[in-house]
């Protein structure tokens, strides 16, 4: 069987900056995985690569075997994928915004309705379809923009950080409706977090990077199994995790945070 990401010896620079170190990960048909790190350490800009929206520097990025560089327009129409970034217009309706992406996707007029009801209600926004977007929750926002990946019915889901920012309610009802839809559709999911617990209960597998690194990939039972020792026989992801970044992640992301702010200013005066 085709693997839905074949990401060969991947490398982005931003600059002299290298953002994305020589990846490389293989996620099968139908897994669920996720892609693990502290903020900056190259998760996005890895999304963006997959997504095609980026094309690889060097490396290559196979989709169910399709070629990033040459059959760009192919692998769109196969994944649905939900940025970092809010992407809704809250000025419209919920049934409106996730229309507008059925007309971008090309979904034949006729089948269009459907389609669009159906993403709604897999998101469970039916009863509040007509309602303006601008009035919904953040955790209902999240799932209007799964509705919105998912109207294309796409075989690879790509979400990067669906989670951020929410409370733990809302958190879980996204979780939730990204498991259900796996299960009824059997699509593949790739997804990025900072979030290890989550990551714990919904991915496969997990593939944890620091600093643009991959440091390990594995399903979070054998990673966990693997630290495991007498002294400490439960280690959580987030054990694993420092196990192999050697570092502490809190520290390191703060650490990290006002080097990208210094980093982002140095740009933006050399753009101006
Ligand atoms: N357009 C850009 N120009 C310069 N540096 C960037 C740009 N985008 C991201 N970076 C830097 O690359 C690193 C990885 O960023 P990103 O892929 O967004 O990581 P993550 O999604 O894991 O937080 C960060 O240090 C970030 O500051
Ligand atoms: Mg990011």
């Given at each position: 069987m085709i693997d839905a990401?074949?990401?060969?010896?991947?490398s982005h620079r931003y600059g002299d900056f290298t953002a994305v170190d020589d990846l490389t990960l293989?996620?099968?048909a139908g897994e669920t995985v996720g892609l693990l790190g502290p903020n900056g350490a190259g998760k996005t800009t890895v999304v963006k690569v997959l997504t095609t929206l980026t094309?690889?520097?060097?490396?290559?990025?196979?989709?169910f075997g399709m070629d990033s560089?040459?059959?760009?327009?192919?692998?769109?129409?196969?994944?649905?994928?939900?940025?970092?970034?809010?992407?809704?217009?809250?000025?419209?309706?919920?049934r409106q915004n996730v229309d507008l992406f059925a007309r971008l996707y090309d979904v034949p007029r006729r089948r269009r309705r459907a389609r669009v009801d159906e993403a709604l209600e897999a998101m469970q926004l039916l009863d509040v379809a007509d309602a303006l977007a601008g009035t919904y929750s953040?955790?209902?926002?999240?799932?209007?923009?799964?509705?919105?990946?998912?109207v294309n019915r796409p075989s690879l889901l790509i979400l990067d950080e669906p989670t951020v920012g929410l409370d733990p309610i809302a958190r879980d009802s996204v979780w939730t409706r990204v498991a259900d839809m796996q299960a009824e559709y059997g699509m593949t999911v790739l997804l990025t977090t900072h979030y290890m617990e989550e990551a714990d209960a919904l991915c496969d597998r997990v593939a944890l990077m620091h600093h643009g690194v991959l440091q390990t990939v594995g399903s979070p039972t054998d990673l966990k199994a693997e630290l495991a020792t007498e002294?400490?026989?439960?280690?959580?992801?987030?054990d694993v995790f420092r196990h192999h970044a050697g570092s502490d992640l809190?520290?390191?992301?703060?650490?990290?945070?006002l080097k990208e702010i210094r980093s982002s200013r140095r740009v933006a005066r050399r753009a101006g």
């Open positions: 990401i074949e990401c060969r010896n991947l293989t996620v099968a094309p690889p520097q060097s490396g290559d990025v196979r989709i560089r040459r059959e760009t327009m192919d692998i769109r129409h196969n994944i649905g994928y939900v940025p970092q970034q809010l992407s809704i217009e809250a000025a419209l309706t919920g953040g955790g209902m926002v999240r799932r209007l923009e799964l509705a919105q990946a998912l002294q400490a026989p439960e280690p959580t992801l987030e809190a520290e390191d992301s703060t650490r990290r945070g």
